[in-house]
Structures are given as structure tokens and as C-alpha cells.
């Protein structure tokens, strides 16, 4: 490994000078030097550290990634406080408890390892900030959004023992809103400004970042833009169980077995659970691998589960009732994905009506995943033995798909977003959770609309209490209740929207503290 990886010693760096952006500079001249020689990796390393050895080395880059840092062994966990006021409950901003390897942008600079393509396609570090911890929770930002695979691999510290002091005493409050500025809107800081005075951030810090983030433009992020070669074979043995629970949709689910028909890749098995127990329908489908089983009507989660129990192959999809616009090598595509790119899912896209999927450039970028979209999702059966099955607290409510996915997350596994494989769903009008009156607005319904209003489900605040601190929770709540007051379209319209949720906002501050309440009851 030795000529294959440049190792680049921070404390030397920082011995040259005592300004930051100098010191990042200096930084970055090493690393586009080392770019221009024959080494495949990059590692940031201190000299008063042992060094990992080569077998470690070795193992760690034959793993699924592009990045592996340590940062949450040094420090970083919960940085920057800030993003808890603009996306608290955002499945990269949950630590793992312990210390598990596992996604993560929250690296340092110390102890860290990368392949060489990434600086090529992301960029070095940025020079203009105040701390070493700021510009690496920056560049650990830009990559998980631009489509890198970054993961926190304990591993590289082999001695946690001879650990020394290397992070600054804070992250400073300015360097907190030139990471953010790069990735959410002005708005959003805004909003998280002053959220942070409530939690004791001095009004004159506030003030001085306010001013800063009215007048700087928003930066795009480079995005690295990676494809499935088009000749891949498929290599593994590969048996596929396609899991569909169905409630009073046969008119939908008949347009998923067909499509299901002509695969280019065939499944092994396509368990369908049907809550309605009309197993007459399926007899039109003699020629697929179809078994039919009947739900018990408890909910989604218990069907699922039902037909988990029922699988026997080693990669499981499960799908629902009223997607469509499937396309031949759908099964193919996933497969293809999960081989070339290492990861333990493949998260697809999913078109819906009324959002526009332009708008969402990351949803296009092939990057660790932080949805578990099981209307299109492909993963290894194996990430079940961590996770568990569904829980069953989400039959009669949203979210049992996020749920599942937060644990197989949290297990270590791999997540990938697939953008070559977009599904459309119909989000049908009646039957599965439109039966249970779960799902009557949605987020983009809101934006739009002067008199919807959509309010956080008792099974979704559920979901935050299980896995996010109670500060975390609250922000989610509070942004809620900010979101009845937007909406998109002119400023007649805006205001028209304020006034409306203004009058209404006692009937709808009351229905989500009513979901609150009864999410709690589920938590006990």
C-alpha cells in the first residue's frame, strides 16, 4: 500500500502557519500535488498518531465507499448544531450510539482516507473558513450530497488509546452557516438563526451571521456524475423475492404483475398479501411465480412482515400497489447497481404527481441514500438479520418504509440512491393507507394549495421519537407549524396563505398536538 497511498501530515501543516485558510491552503497545494502522481489514495494523518497498518489499509479500501474518515471518534458528532433547526430529523444527522461503522459527512480532518477520483470531481477544501473542523464538516457536506460515499470506519484508528487532543474547542457559529449557506436556502438559515437564540447563542453573533447570509449568493455544489457501465454482466447468484401487500387495488396491482411479466430479469417469487383475500383475481397470472397469501387486515407492517417470513431469496423487493411506468430491466437495473457500486440497498426514484423532479437535482445523483423508498427499492435480505422486520406500531399510519430503513442505516448497511430506475406512483385514490385516512395531504399538496394543510401524522412525530433527542423533535414539530404559513406562487397568494392559516392555525396547532399526544402513547 505504501506507493499507492499519499499520506499527508496534518500537524505539519498546521506547524507552517497559524491562519486557518493559509493552513487549508497549504493543505490543498499537497493534495492537487499528490493528484498529479501515480497514488490511488489520499490520507490526512498526524504524525503523533500510529499509523494504520497495511492489511488494514488494504481491507478498508476493498470496502463499499470513496471516503472513510474517523471523524466521530474525534469529536464531530452532532456538527453543526445548526442543521438540527433546518433538518432535524434528517436520517444523516442520527449518530449511531456506538461506535459503528457507518454513513456519516461528519469527518475531521485527521484520519482520513480517500481515493484520489473524489478531489477530481468535488473539489479540495474550502479556504474561507475560521476552523480546520469547519472546513472538513464542509467538505464532508459536499460529498454526501455530490455523490460521494463517505463512511466512518473506526478501523482506521487502531490505537483509540493513544488518541491525541486535535479538535479546536468550537465550531465557530460563522463557519455553522458558510457549510449550510452551500446546501439549504437563505430562509432556512434565516429561520435557524433565530431558533439559536433560544438556545443561547449571543444576539450579536446572530446579527453578524444575518447579515453575512443576506448578502452572500447561494453556491451549487460540484456533483459527481457516475454511471452504471452498459455492458456489466451480472456476476453473483441472484434470487429475488418481490414482496406486494394490497388492500381494494386490484385495478392497479394487475398493471404491476404485468409489468412484472416482461422483466428482463425474471424474480424468483412475487408474494402478493392481499387484505381483501380475493385470490379468484390472481388466476390470470398462471405464468408468473405467484403466491397469493391473505393479510390478517392489521396493516401494511403485518403484511409486509407476512411476506418477509415467506421469502427465500437472498435480495428482497417489495413494491407497492400503484406504481407504474415500470420499465423491463427494472429488477436488472437495481441488480446492476447493488454489484457495481457495493451498496447493501438500491434506492430508486419515485415520480409523483404535482412534484417536480427537475427541482430535486440530487434525486438524479447516483450517492448514499437517506430514504428507504419501498415503492422502489432493492436490498440484501441479509440487512434483515440487523434490522429486524417492520414494526407493527406503523400498520395504520406513514413511515414504516423510513423506519426500516433508519435501522438497516444504523446496522452499518450501505444505502445508495439509484437514479436509473424512476417509477411513477399514482398515489391511488382510495384503498391501503387511504383506507386508514392516513395519508390525506401531502407536503406538495400544501405548497400549492391555499387551503391544505399538512400536518405531521402521529406515526411519523412516532418515527422522531424513536430515533432523534427531544430538541430535535420539537424543531421538526415547530417547522410544522411554520410550513401552514408557505406556500409557492405570488405574493397575493402568500399573503392570502398567511391569513387562512392564521385564522385556522388554533384548529390546526390543536390536531398536532392531538398526533403528538397519541405518539407518545405509541413510544411507551
Known amino acids: 500500500m505504501d506507493k499507492t497511498v499519499k499520506i499527508i501530515n496534518i500537524r505539519k501543516v498546521k506547524r507552517k502557519s497559524d491562519d486557518t485558510g493559509k493552513r487549508i491552503k497549504l493543505l490543498n497545494r499537497e ?9 490511488q489514495y489520499i490520507l490526512l494523518w498526524d504524525e503523533a498518531m500510529p499509523l494504520p497498518g497495511k492489511d488494514t489499509l488494504l481491507k478498508i479500501t476493498r470496502s463499499p465507499g470513496d471516503v472513510w474518515h474517523t471523524g466521530l471518534l474525534q469529536g464531530m458528532r452532532d456538527r453543526p448544531f445548526l442543521l438540527n433547526f433546518i433538518n432535524p ?47 472538513a464538516l464542509d467538505m464532508g457536506l459536499r460529498l454526501i450530497k455530490g455523490g460521494a460515499f463517505i463512511i466512518f470506519e473506526p478501523a482506521l484508528m487502531e490505537h483509540l488509546n493513544l488518541l491525541p487532543e486535535l479538535s479546536e474547542n468550537k465550531l465557530s457559529l460563522s463557519d455553522e452557516v458558510k457549510i449550510l449557506q452551500k446546501h439549504y436556502s437563505k430562509e432556512q438559515i434565516i429561520w435557524a438563526l433565530f431558533r439559536s437564540i433560544f438556545y443561547g447563542c449571543p444576539l450579536k453573533e446572530v446579527l453578524k ?33 418481490i414482496i406486494i401487500p394490497t388492500l381494494r387495488r386490484h385495478k392497479y396491482i394487475k398493471n404491476v404483475l404485468n409489468a412484472l411479466r416482461i422483466q428482463t430479469v425474471k424474480p424468483t417469487e412475487i408474494i402478493v398479501i392481499d387484505e381483501d383475500q380475493f385470490t379468484q383475481f390472481y388466476s390470470q397470472f398462471v405464468d408468473l411465480p405467484l403466491i397469493v397469501l391473505t393479510g390478517s387486515n392489521k396493516g401494511q407492517s403485518t403484511a409486509r412482515n407476512i411476506g418477509l417470513k415467506k421469502a427465500r431469496g437472498n435480495y428482497i423487493m417489495i413494491l407497492d400497489d400503484d406504481i407504474d411506468e415500470i420499465p423491463r430491466d427494472f429488477i436488472e437495473t437495481h441488480l446492476k447497481y447493488l454489484q457495481h457500486f457495493k451498496t447493501d440497498a ?9 412534484v417536480d423532479m427537475n427541482v430535486h437535482k440530487f ?26 422486520l417492520f414494526d407493527t406500531n406503523f400498520d395504520k399510519g406513514m413511515r414504516a418504509d423510513h423506519d426500516l430503513g433508519m435501522r438497516i442505516y444504523l446496522s452499518g448497511y450501505l444505502l445508495g440512491i439509484n437514479p436509473f430506475v424512476e417509477v411513477f406512483h399514482h398515489r391511488a385514490p382510495r384503498g391501503g393507507l387511504r383506507e386508514n385516512r392516513a395519508r390525506t395531504t401531502t407536503f406538495s399538496d400544501s405548497r400549492t394549495s391555499l387551503f391544505k394543510f399538512s400536518i405531521l401524522h402521529k406515526t411519523e ?42 385564522f385556522l392555525f388554533p384548529v390546526l396547532t390543536y390536531k398536532l398536538l392531538k398526533n403528538y399526544k397519541e405518539a407518545k402513547k405509541l413510544f411507551k
Open 31 to 39: 493534495i492537487l500535488n499528490a493528484l498529479t502522481k501515480n497514488y
Open 89 to 135: 430529523t434528517w436520517m444523516f444527522n442520527r449518530d449511531p450510539d456506538g461506535i459503528q461503522r457507518i454513513t456519516s459527512f461528519r469527518m475531521h480532518l485527521v484520519g482520513s482516507l480517500f481515493k484520489k477520483e473524489v478531489f477530481r470531481h468535488i473539489g479540495v477544501f474550502d479556504e474561507n473558513f475560521e476552523t480546520l473542523e469547519g472546513a
Open 209 to 241: 451571521n444575518l447579515k453575512y447570509t443576506l448578502k452572500v449568493r447561494h453556491t451549487p455544489i460540484p456533483i459527481w456524475e457516475r454511471t452504471i457501465p452498459s455492458k456489466i454482466p451480472l456476476e453473483e447468484e441472484h434470487r429475488v423475492s
Open 346 to 354: 438500491s434506492c430508486g426514484t419515485v415520480r409523483e404527481r404535482g
Open 363 to 388: 434525486k438524479k445523483t447516483v450517492r448514499a441514500s437517506d430514504v428507504f423508498p419501498t415503492n422502489n427499492v432493492l436490498f440484501k435480505a441479509e440487512c434483515l438479520n440487523k434490522s429486524g
Open 461 to 502: 412525530i412516532y418515527l422522531m421519537l424513536k430515533y432523534y433527542k427531544p430538541h430535535q423533535v420539537k424543531e421538526e414539530l415547530l417547522l410544522n407549524i411554520r410550513g401552514f404559513f408557505i406556500v409557492k406562487g405570488n405574493i397575493l397568494k402568500r399573503i392570502l396563505k398567511i391569513a387562512i392559516a392564521t
